[in-house]
């Protein structure tokens, strides 16, 4: 399986910068995807046209369409040429509540519309603190894993909230522990080999620590928030994919 990398963009960006942003990623190679906001979608698809990187969304509704104001469906976000979508960020789980059955309903929406769901899960500083990291982790992934998900439709991303845009990551050895700790139970859920689970690292990977982190055993990516907005930054991190596996 090829190592992905994806670009959380969050929300950041106007038409121009975001234009410019996914033209100068266009390029790259290697398994990427780019997650601009919403209304940013149609203007980096636009960049990607003939380009080998994907288009994902940052969040769904689990509705396929309906009276729900503000919000927009997984089939909405397919039309606009989306093949990803991220699911239960910890900045939607810990800024609106999302929880764990919430992210299931979206993830089963995804799939339904035909789009990968990334679904998030980490533990918070007080839980790693009181040595709670996999008991944490275990529970949102069981939680928020749909019936519908298997290895070939579903990515997980690994993301500590303590390491999300503090420049913090957790020692090589707990991301190797806490990625097989996973791989565990996707493996026991979905009855198939650990090397087709698909589980990225997120929280502060940037082009300098991305080598390192990607080599880890069990990350089969990364999913990139702050340094997936400079272009030379992300490009060094997709780089850093082959000298991972060199
Ligand atoms: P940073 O890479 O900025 O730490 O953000 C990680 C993240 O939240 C990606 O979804």
Known sequence: ???????????????????????????LLGHVVLCPPFTLLDVVAQALKSSSVALGAQDCHFA??????????????????????????SERR????????MVGMKATAAIEAGLIPVICIG?????????????RV??????????AAMAENTVIAYEPVWAIGTGRTPTLEDIKTVHQHILDILVGIWHCSPAHCRVLYGGSVKAANAGEILAVPGVGGALVGGASLDAGEFAGIVSSVKVAHA
């Open 1 to 27: 399986m090829r190592t992905l990398i994806i670009g959380n963009w969050k929300m950041h960006g106007s038409r121009a910068s975001a234009g410019a942003l996914a033209e100068a990623c266009a390029g």
């Open 94 to 101: 810990g800024g609106w509540g999302e929880t764990d059955a």
């Open 123 to 135: 533990e918070t500083l007080e839980e790693k603190d009181a040595g709670k990291t996999l008991a």
């Open 64 to 89: 396929a369409q309906g009276a729900f104001t503000g919000d927009i469906s997984a089939e909405m976000l397919k039309d606009a040429g989306c093949a990803y979508v991220i699911l239960g960020h």
């Open 138 to 147: 275990e529970s949102q992934l069981r939680q928020s894993l749909p019936a």
